[in-house]
């Protein structure tokens, strides 16, 4: 019989690996509930129009990338979430989270893209995600962009990235650079890829993303957002760049930094890095005051990031520097069946204190303390006949080769010291 795998570009997160996961989720939420973030949980299913109405037809999200299903009640298109800004977009306005701003929400799950498979890019992959509505503040873009710079230095990761920023600008200084952008790639368009001619007629700015290398070759020489500027387009990109120097941390501009949906606008960045190969990017966003109009709301200012977590738990792997927390893991020996039941009630005790505690009922000593070493575990307490008439267990300390006896009645202070 042939053997059951997992779907194509999809894994299985194993305990092993499992940790630095929960290492990302965990000083992620730590660092976002610091600057005031809330926690909120999305659906990982929504309408197709909650995503059709803000990517755009020809993103490629929408073009290529989406898992489409049938709802059965209605006969309408229901979506597994590509990216959750939208759906953020969607519940903020559902639930008239509009009426009492700002709001400051974080989450973490799921998503789904159908894309080729390959090193950093996964069909079912997780992402962490802030975004922060109400305030249009350009040294509020610094304040969350130091979010993620702070997540990154915890994780040990701030010196296997870099800070990539641009401009958007307004919505002037976009229709401004799109029609020079539009006679550009008119006067090349014989050397464009399909894609990219399609985006030609719909949103030419979406050509500057385009990973086809005759595309980027023709983009090298198209005009250059800077020169179309606002001024106080430009004046919002200098108050984030003094910003970033004023908390010390480094950036590069990058003129060809664009997000591929419509929504942005003023600030973009991504947190990249060369250890992934071709997928660098772990953390990225920008602004994106429009999105909440293309959902059916009024317009509401907002700015926001998301980061894989697989991928940077793949640099936490190849780090090695980050500290990964270790709770203090205990194993309980009963020494004979009558010791059973009392290790059975320490171990419980214990687990209520806030110890992990893992309970070795069979096996010789032998193999139960070989256990125990192979699971990293730091302390083994034992109990049989003689402990048990005068109230005691033995303590072994596996990683200091010693071990003494302590009262059952004051065991937990004891470990704890």
Request: charged content about 25%; overall charge positive; hydrophobic content about 40%.
């Amino acid at each position: 019989m042939k053997q059951l795998r997992t779907v194509r570009g999809v894994q299985d997160i194993l305990p092993a690996q499992y940790k630095y996961f929960k290492a990302v989720v965990d000083t992620a939420s730590l660092w976002a509930e610091r600057y005031g973030f809330k926690a909120m949980s999305l659906p990982i299913i929504e309408k197709e129009e909650v995503f059709k109405r803000p990517l755009g037809e020809t993103s490629d999200i929408i073009s290529k990338e989406m898992f489409t299903l049938e709802n059965r009640d209605k006969g309408e298109k229901i979506i597994l979430r590509p990216e959750a800004t939208a759906s953020i977009a969607r519940s903020f306005l559902q639930h008239g989270l509009q009426h009492n701003l700002p709001q400051k929400l974080y989450y973490w799950g799921p998503m789904f893209r159908y894309e080729r498979p390959q090193k950093g890019r996964l069909r079912q992959f997780n992402q962490f995600g802030v975004e922060f509505l109400g305030v249009d503040d350009p040294y509020q873009d610094v304040e969350i962009i130091s979010l993620g710079y702070n997540l990154l230095k915890a994780l040990g990761l701030e010196n296997d990235v870099e800070l990539h920023i641009n401009t958007l600008g307004d919505t002037a200084s976009r229709s401004a650079f799109r029609e020079a952008l539009v006679t550009y790639f008119q006067s090349v368009k014989s050397g464009l890829s399909e894609d990219s001619l399609k985006r030609l007629e719909v949103n030419p700015l979406r050509i500057l993303d385009s990973k086809n290398e005759g595309d980027q070759k023709l983009c090298q020489q198209a005009p250059k957002f800077d020169a179309y500027l606002s001024k106080t387009s430009k004046m919002h990109f200098d108050r984030v760049c003094n910003g970033l120097k004023i908390l010390g941390i480094k950036y590069i501009h990058k003129s060809n930094l664009v997000r591929g949906l419509d929504y942005y606008c003023h600030t973009v960045f991504e947190f990249s890095t060369k250890k992934l190969g071709s997928q660098g990017a772990v953390l990225a966003g920008g602004r994106y005051d429009g999105l909440t109009s293309y959902m059916g709301g009024q317009p509401v200012e907002a700015f926001g990031w998301a980061a894989g977590i697989e991928r940077l738990m793949m640099l936490l792997e190849e780090n090695k520097t980050f500290n990964l927390k270790k709770e203090r893991c205990i194993g309980v020996i009963p020494l004979d069946e009558n010791a059973e039941i009392p290790c059975w009630k320490i171990a419980q005790k214990l687990r209520q204190e806030g110890f992990s505690v893992d309970i070795l009922w069979k096996g010789t000593m032998g193999k139960r303390l070989k256990k125990l070493d192979k699971a990293n575990v730091d302390i083994a307490i034992l109990m049989g006949e003689d402990e048990q008439s005068v109230n005691k267990v033995m303590i072994k300390f596996l990683k200091e080769s010693r071990q003494e006896l302590a009262s059952i009645d004051t065991l937990a202070a004891f470990l704890k010291i």
